[in-house]
């Protein structure tokens, strides 16, 4: 075997062990999933998604200004109208007994890939309308992985959420692979999300910025009545 | 720890640890696959599969008569005319050098739901109109999973597919997850195949069966180009 291939079998097992821990531990284990993405990403698939996301000109200029979205009051967004991405944000981040997240130190573009995804993901949950169960999570994974282009941690993230499905959670696997199918259709179809500085669009009415980004909410609905009516 | 919940880990390690195996064995492999199915099938989910598929009364009846296709002539059927669902088997199993499946013997109903499936796999291909790629198999495996409903199988092998694909195949990430898509949609529009005696319709045109079973190919195109109208 060549040294290559070694390395390239070691990372692989590194990867599988990694895999193993997260599926062993409940859902929302953060440690787990920073382990997981240690182990998945290498420089070589994060430098091609920060270059596929910079084609767009929001998250090229995010990247080179390294843009944050600063100190949240979500107190003060809660008194805003209850129509604007502000007031929806500040319910879901209080409803579910959540704080904004402190970014960490950013010495690199992947680091700011991270950061970015991170201190935005409740953001995102807010625009693409999934809640925080685990389907919503889902959804918004493949919402993600479909924006991120070739992303190895959320592969590897929705194959964990499927297999804990099939050994845990049967029942409910129409509803996750809905929610995995749906995630993945909005985020193809929706403009790019990454860098946008929401904190600047906080007074917008939501359903205004959903149109302007092109997140359809109802595209399985949309999917299966065409198909239908297509086939009357 | 309850001695339920002691046995309930012990097969979830199991399960794990035969997901490991079948992530390092390269895809295809038969014996690694029927291990995993043979770990994560319990009997109260293949119970349920069983009771979902014969709410259906070619199913029920299939089941029932523990029906088989029988002895099939690859070059009998390569000789009807080429719009036939048995000239476009024959051309599917010839040009991938394929020869049907001698069927094991059948004791239990769960022994029938997989001999069916094995033997019936390949003309599920060719009327869902999926090929022999990795992609095939994973859009054909989506399919599979929406017509059993509930099969922890099902899942865990598009959970191993999307995670190897996130290790050794990342650029067809995209082509792989839209396949997943495409076919867990199809799967869900169509009527269910399970138990058709395929064997008695070799000579009908394979489009008329495509419609007849509600088998929409055109999947994806229909909702984006759905999608985009309603949004322009």
Same sequence: chains 1, 2.
Avoid: C
Avoid at 21 to 36: D, Q
Avoid at 106 to 122: A, G, K, Q, R, S
């Amino acid at each position: 075997m060549s040294s290559v291939n070694l390395v390239n079998q070691q990372w692989q097992m590194l990867v599988f062990e990694r895999f193993m821990e997260i599926l062993k531990t409940p859902y929302g284990n953060f440690p787990a999933m920073w382990n997981l993405a240690n182990a998945i990403n290498d420089a070589e698939s994060l430098k091609q998604i920060v270059e596929l996301l910079s084609q767009h000109p929001t998250a090229k200029d995010a990247f080179h200004k390294r843009l944050l979205l600063g100190t949240i009051d979500l107190q003060q967004l809660h008194s805003l109208p209850k129509n604007t991405l502000g007031y929806a944000y500040a319910e879901h981040m209080l409803g579910n007994g959540l704080k904004p997240i402190q970014p960490q130190a950013i010495n690199h573009d992947y680091d700011y890939l991270m950061v970015h995804l991170t201190e935005t993901h409740d953001i995102w949950h807010v625009v693409t309308n999934t809640d925080t169960s685990i389907a919503g999570e889902i959804q918004l994974q493949a919402f993600v992985t479909a924006q991120l282009h070739i992303s190895r941690f959320s592969l590897a993230m929705l194959a964990k959420n499927l297999l804990k499905t099939a050994v845990e959670d049967l029942d409910l696997a129409e509803q996750r692979m809905d929610a995995l199918t749906k995630g993945w259709l909005m985020g193809k179809q929706a403009k790019p999300l990454f860098g946008i500085q929401w904190h600047t669009l906080w007074e917008k009415p939501l359903a205004q910025l959903q149109t302007q980004y092109n997140i359809l909410l109802d595209i399985p609905a949309t999917s299966v009545s065409a198909m239908s009516t297509s086939n009357n």
